[in-house]
């Protein structure tokens, strides 16, 4: 059973830090990582979607790597601002479903 | 471009109410999803459809019916609402499945009290 792991939970960082968020799987027969953004009381918006054939996706300060081999994607935010705090959920779709999976994410607050 | 719109986006319902929560696309996606979020569990799904007239069982499907008549709407009710069943329910589309990612709707919020 595919199970997927986000630490840390919660990270407070000053603004203009780079920062890495963490996500692991345990099966790595994977289509695809997609990580996410949620604001409080929000839907999810859509951020970076990786297939498994490739190894990171880049959307301006964003850039999301997939090591399938170790089960691991990270999200790097770089020069991060206070417009960056929310929660942060990755999710992956494993060979043969038809679902994503989805960690519990890691809440982030970005402080000006 | 819409997008996903989901209705209502509150409501609060009485222990043993029913009612219908509604998602519809204009994307012309075949394939839409019903999660719910908890606090501390994150999005578990309760039901899917691959298709007009299909749906199949998530991982939390007890206690919830949906129904796909239309390719662009994707119902999901409850018969008899428990306290349990208090959570913030998504619904979330896909062109051909999880291959092609996820779009969302911005959620419902039910309180059964």
């Known amino acids: 059973k595919q199970e997927v792991t986000q630490i840390p939970a919660a990270l407070s960082v000053p603004e203009g830090e780079n920062l890495v968020l963490n996500c692991s799987f345990t099966d790595s027969a994977i289509y695809n990582l997609q990580w996410f953004r949620q604001d409080p009381g929000k839907g999810l918006t859509s951020l970076l979607l990786i297939q498994s054939s490739q190894r990171e996706q880049t959307s301006g300060r964003l850039n999301a790597s997939l090591d399938k081999s170790s089960g691991r994607s990270t999200l790097y935010i770089a020069a991060s601002q206070p417009g960056d705090s929310a929660t942060y959920l990755c999710a992956v779709t494993t060979s043969g479903t038809y679902k994503y999976i989805f960690g519990t994410g890691t809440r982030l607050k970005v402080l000006a | 471009n819409a997008g996903v719109t989901q209705t209502p986006k509150f409501r609060v319902l009485k222990t043993g109410q029913s009612m219908t929560l509604l998602c519809a696309q204009d994307m012309n996606h075949e394939y839409m999803y019903w999660y719910r979020q908890d606090p501390g569990m994150g999005l578990r799904l309760i039901h899917y459809?691959?298709?007009?007239?299909?749906?199949a069982k998530g991982e939390v499907p007890d206690g919830y019916n949906v129904s796909r008549l239309k390719k662009q709407n994707f119902l999901l009710g409850l018969e008899s609402a428990a306290p349990s069943q208090t959570s913030v329910y998504f619904c979330?589309?896909?062109?051909?499945?999880?291959?092609?990612?996820?779009?969302f709707g911005s959620g419902t919020r039910l309180t059964v009290v």
């Open positions: 979330a589309s896909s062109p051909r499945g999880p291959i092609y990612g996820y779009t």
């Open positions: 459809s691959v298709g007009e007239g299909t749906t």
